[in-house]
């Protein structure tokens, strides 16, 4: 069996994502990590991120086709010179990219942050989303 993968898709997912890293830092290392949760229905997608400490000025997220980047960054408000005994809490860059399996409508997203969780309530385009085609009988 062979797998053929349309050039057309292919490239479009390629450039989408070159022009995503073209928009980052040169050096954009990724300091943080983040959990997520990806949750699905026939609308579209919800993405649950744990972020505590984050605040929403701090936070970029794009959305191009199927993918969403959530990047940002965070502070721990260390002081230069202070003696530490111990410093445990991240800060730095984070940046995630996740792709889904099918096209997002950007214009409808819906962000929230509360308690420390990003909320990212993402529909489908019309397109992606299944249809149901009632059969008549003649």
Do not use: C, W
């Not at 057309?8 to 943080?32: F, G, K, P």
């Not at 949760?37 to 191009?64: C, F, H, N, R």
């Not at 995630?96 to 529909?123: C, K, N, Y």
Request: glycine residues 4%.
């Amino acid at each position: 069996m062979t797998l053929y993968i349309n050039p057309v898709h292919r490239n479009t997912r390629r450039r989408a994502i070159e022009e995503i890293m073209r928009d980052l830092d040169e050096d954009y290392s990724a300091l943080i990590s983040f959990p997520i949760d990806i949750m699905a229905d026939s609308d579209g997608y919800t993405i649950k991120a744990l972020l505590p400490g984050i605040k929403p000025e701090d936070l970029d997220i794009q959305i191009v086709n199927e993918i969403v980047t959530i990047s940002g960054s965070l502070d721990a408000d260390r002081k230069e010179g202070e003696n530490y005994m111990l410093a445990e809490r991240p800060s730095g860059t984070f940046h995630r990219v996740l792709t889904l399996p099918t096209p997002l409508d950007s214009s409808r997203v819906v962000a929230s942050l509360e308690d420390g969780i990003l909320i990212l309530e993402i529909p489908k385009t019309e397109e992606a989303k299944p249809r149901t085609i009632k059969v008549t009988q003649k």
